[in-house]
């Protein structure tokens, strides 16, 4: 008897016989050892290959024959692995080591569909004793199967169409029908679909061709009709390398050298949070008080806030404009600082702001307050209620 695992047993006494090639019988001769070990090496490499699926089927017509490593001389409920030669087309048969043809099954008393085994994949089954068949261990679902997954499509029919893309070349599609073509080609594309309506024939403007910016790299150009693309944190919804590794947004710096406002114009409506910086900001009144008003449609608001401001033991509330300082400035003052304004929700804005008048011992200004606005914003002004700026300069940061 050739050496063979799928004829030992399970009961270790039983065993002393149960193979010619290997003899661990009570009171073996020394000279047996090696010759046993070596022949058990033999028989479970040969049972790895057979579970890995080392042979490939023979056979046709949805009947498999199996030859395994080592041979199994009656079937045993063992994992045994095989190579599909074809595909089956219906109820299929498993003939293992000319054991005779047994039913090949994904469950018990279920005959196989078409496709369930594939030509070329490999399988794992074991022996069901209580109802002789071969059943598989690693069964494909039928919604994956090759047919309709991996392979050719076949000819059929789309139903319940709504929200297929038709806004390049095609018309005709509405909410209807979509016939597709098993073998799509130039020529016949034109008429692969019909609609629900049955007002005529899915019409393609141009041949279809797959283009490299799909695929591959990119080329120059222009994106259109791109609506629904997210563009919060880009400045003006432009997006340049440069932007997206850019956080923070800087306006262009504007002298405060003449006139009673500077206004900081078309801030994006997506912006959070705007900080205005002051440096060596200076007006000609000795009785001026500074303001950041903030607005909508590109005009400033003047009414509407609740602001106070604290310059040490001078404190001053105002209603028409974030109010910068709790006492007037001197004239030829110098003040540094930032302003920042930050977005609470919606069109609701509130204000914090720490400046220094560098021409004076003391004269550090804190101040806070909050706006509601009809809209988005879109401009900033800093302006004095006294004189008019005589030096300095002033920039907006926002993100």
Same mark, same amino acid.
């Given at each position: 008897m050739a050496t063979s695992v799928y004829s030992w047993s399970t009961t270790a006494g039983t065993n002393a016989t149960a193979d010619a090639n290997v003899n661990w019988a009570e009171g073996m001769l020394p000279s047996a050892v090696n010759d046993?070990?070596?022949?058990?090496?033999?028989?479970?490499?040969?049972?790895?290959?057979?579970?890995?699926?080392?042979?490939a089927t023979?056979?046709?017509?949805?009947?498999?024959?199996?030859?395994?490593?080592?041979?199994?001389?009656?079937?045993?409920?063992?994992?045994?692995?095989?190579?599909?030669?074809? !595909?089956? %087309?219906?109820?299929?048969?498993? +003939?293992?080591?000319? =054991?005779?043809?047994?039913? /090949?099954?994904?469950?018990t008393g279920v005959a196989l569909s078409a496709n369930d085994i594939v030509s070329g994949c490999n399988y794992l089954v074991t022996w069901n004793s209580s109802s002789s068949e071969w059943l598989l261990v690693n069964p494909m679902p039928s919604a994956l199967r090759a047919s309709s997954v991996l392979g050719t499509p076949a000819s059929g029919t789309l139903t319940n169409c709504t929200g297929l893309p038709v806004s390049t070349g095609v018309s005709g599609l509405g909410t209807g029908v979509a016939t597709f073509l098993a073998t799509p080609s130039s020529a016949n594309l034109a008429a692969a679909v019909t609609d629900e309506t049955g007002t005529g024939a899915l019409v393609l403007a141009n041949t279809p061709?797959?283009?490299?910016?799909?695929?591959? !790299?990119? %080329?120059?150009?222009?994106?259109? +009709?791109?609506?629904? =693309?997210?563009?919060?944190? /880009?400045?003006?919804?432009?997006?340049?390398?440069t932007k997206m590794?850019?956080?923070?947004?800087?306006?262009?710096?504007?002298?405060?050298?003449?006139?009673?406002?500077i206004d900081f114009t078309s801030i994006p409506s997506w912006v959070k949070r705007i900080v205005v910086t002051f440096s060596a900001v200076s007006t000609s009144s000795s009785s001026a008080s500074l303001f950041v008003l903030v607005?909508?449609?590109?005009?400033?608001?003047?009414?509407?806030?609740?602001?106070?401001?604290?310059?040490?033991?001078?404190?001053?509330?105002?209603?028409?404009g974030f109010l910068l300082s709790g006492a007037a400035t001197a004239a030829g003052s110098s003040i540094h600082g930032h302003v920042t304004l930050t977005n609470l929700t919606s069109n609701t804005w509130v204000c914090s702001s720490v400046l220094i008048d560098t021409s004076v011992n003391v004269a550090t200004s804190f101040s806070g307050g909050t706006v509601s606005l009809a809209g988005a914003l879109d401009i900033v002004r800093v302006q004095t209620n006294a004189g008019s700026f005589d030096a300095g300069n002033l920039n907006i940061h926002y993100d």
């Amino acid at each position: 008897m050739a050496t063979s695992v799928y004829s030992w047993s399970t009961t270790a006494g039983t065993n002393a016989t149960a193979d010619a090639n290997v003899n661990w019988a009570e009171g073996m001769l020394p000279s047996a050892v090696n010759d046993s070990a070596r022949a058990m090496m033999a028989a479970l490499a040969a049972m790895i290959r057979d579970q890995g699926g080392y042979a490939a089927t023979t056979g046709s017509s949805n009947t498999y024959v199996l030859a395994l490593s080592q041979t199994m001389s009656s079937a045993v409920p063992a994992l045994i692995g095989f190579r599909a030669n074809h !595909t089956n %087309t219906g109820a299929a048969t498993l +003939n293992v080591d000319s =054991l005779g043809a047994q039913p /090949l099954r994904m469950q018990t008393g279920v005959a196989l569909s078409a496709n369930d085994i594939v030509s070329g994949c490999n399988y794992l089954v074991t022996w069901n004793s209580s109802s002789s068949e071969w059943l598989l261990v690693n069964p494909m679902p039928s919604a994956l199967r090759a047919s309709s997954v991996l392979g050719t499509p076949a000819s059929g029919t789309l139903t319940n169409c709504t929200g297929l893309p038709v806004s390049t070349g095609v018309s005709g599609l509405g909410t209807g029908v979509a016939t597709f073509l098993a073998t799509p080609s130039s020529a016949n594309l034109a008429a692969a679909v019909t609609d629900e309506t049955g007002t005529g024939a899915l019409v393609l403007a141009n041949t279809p061709t797959l283009v490299t910016p799909i695929l591959g !790299t990119p %080329t120059s150009g222009t994106l259109t +009709n791109c609506t629904g =693309l997210p563009t919060a944190g /880009l400045v003006d919804a432009a997006v340049t390398p440069t932007k997206m590794s850019q956080p923070f947004t800087t306006a262009t710096a504007q002298a405060s050298t003449s006139g009673t406002s500077i206004d900081f114009t078309s801030i994006p409506s997506w912006v959070k949070r705007i900080v205005v910086t002051f440096s060596a900001v200076s007006t000609s009144s000795s009785s001026a008080s500074l303001f950041v008003l903030v607005g909508t449609g590109g005009t400033p608001t003047s009414s509407g806030y609740s602001s106070r401001a604290f310059t040490f033991s001078a404190n001053a509330a105002s209603s028409s404009g974030f109010l910068l300082s709790g006492a007037a400035t001197a004239a030829g003052s110098s003040i540094h600082g930032h302003v920042t304004l930050t977005n609470l929700t919606s069109n609701t804005w509130v204000c914090s702001s720490v400046l220094i008048d560098t021409s004076v011992n003391v004269a550090t200004s804190f101040s806070g307050g909050t706006v509601s606005l009809a809209g988005a914003l879109d401009i900033v002004r800093v302006q004095t209620n006294a004189g008019s700026f005589d030096a300095g300069n002033l920039n907006i940061h926002y993100d």
